[in-house]
């Protein structure tokens, strides 16, 4: 399953580009094609179990239900 | 060929290959690295005027993210071959632990390349997840791409990955001689120090002809290195998105044209197209 927090988008306030690309609303930047391979769980990867920054997200929204 | 000393210094001319796209990153770290087959073609085209006569391809999908269809490392090898005079092609099989559509590119494309890489060993990625590469998997690549006269490009990303080229080379695998690649600085491969570059290359079979691939901040120190050994190059954005600390590279010729101005004067000849072929019996 696809990362929840991944989005595909063509712009934000520091790039313009010209397709959509891979871009994380967690951390609010592009993401690597390297790293979109963990967004998207590609080749064996998890982003449940591999992403750091969707792992503290989960966490900092668990603290906040607390 | 072993290291022979300052003969190899004076007198080898020194291929300068170029690795303008990759898979690991893009746009988003360095909007000059070029993704598309027109972009690349242009960067490429620049290349090779600057020296380069090997050219690295990676394709990308129209979202920048890396891909193994055919059909674009076909548009890649058409589009380079007509903007670019003579440059040499040289197809990845890197990526993920999908064996069969790895090497579909470098047996479906038409020419095919006239090199390919080959990953020799295990590298640790995030959590319990390796890039295999396996032994019986580098055996099956070099056996295609011989079946399909592409001359395997050897890539040794760790120390213990210089067996798998000696396994290879004692097996009769391999024509002479044997390209490889020594690579240092990624992610759980080589430590990129000097002496490590120098212990890689002590540790080459008789036979090997080698280029220095270094990452990041490292490529310019080792692959100058390279070339005080007499060993060849390997520079572009798949390994390096900057041309010094804070400052973005222009374009992969920019690079080529920093590897070319060093080894001229360090008095090495750079190989034209025609000398790299010699060089590595194409």
Redesign the interface.
């Known amino acids: 399953m696809t990362c929840p927090r991944l989005e595909y988008r063509a712009e934000n306030d520091e790039h313009e580009f010209d397709h959509l690309r891979p871009y994380c609303t967690v951390t609010d930047e592009f993401v690597s094609p390297m790293k979109a391979d963990i967004c998207n769980d590609r080749f064996d990867f998890d982003h449940e179990d591999h992403c750091e920054v969707f792992q503290a997200a989960v966490e900092a929204a668990a603290a906040d239900d607390d | 060929m072993a290291y022979q000393g300052y003969a190899d210094y004076f007198e080898a001319p020194v291929i300068i290959s170029v690795a303008p796209t990759g898979?690991?990153?893009?746009?988003?770290?360095n909007?000059n690295l070029p993704e598309q087959p027109e972009e690349i073609a242009e960067d490429v085209r620049n290349c090779e005027k600057a020296g380069a006569s090997i050219v690295h391809v990676h394709a990308?999908d129209?979202?920048?993210?890396?891909t193994k269809d055919p059909a674009k490392f076909q548009e890649l090898r058409d589009i380079i071959e007509e903007r670019c005079d003579d440059i040499l092609v040289n197809f990845t099989t890197g990526?993920?632990?999908?064996r069969e559509g790895r090497i579909r590119p470098v047996i479906e494309t038409r020419p095919t390349p006239d090199l390919a890489t080959v990953d020799l060993g295990p590298l640790n990625?995030?959590?319990?997840?390796v890039a295999m590469n396996t032994r019986v998997q580098n055996e099956e690549y070099v056996r295609r791409m011989n079946e399909h006269d592409v001359k395997p490009e050897l890539e040794v990303f760790g120390p213990g990955h210089l067996t798998e080229v000696h396994h290879l080379a004692d097996e009769g695998m391999l024509e002479e001689p044997f390209w490889t690649t020594l690579i240092l600085g990624m992610q759980t491969g080589t430590i990129p120090r000097p002496r490590n570059l120098i212990n890689l290359v002590d540790n080459l079979p008789e036979g090997a002809e080698w280029q220095c691939m270094a990452i990041g901040r490292h490529q310019l120190p080792l692959t100058t290195m390279a070339m005080t050994l007499g060993g060849h190059v390997r520079v572009g954005m798949e390994d390096n998105v900057y041309y010094r600390r804070g400052e973005l590279v222009e374009s992969n010729a920019q690079l080529v044209e920093r590897a070319a101005d060093i080894a001229e004067r360090l008095e090495r000849p750079i190989a034209s197209t025609d000398e790299t072929r010699e060089i590595l019996n194409l």
């Open positions: 898979g690991m990153h893009g746009k988003e770290a909007p990308r129209e979202d920048g993210e890396p990526g993920g632990n999908d990625t995030r959590g319990d997840v």
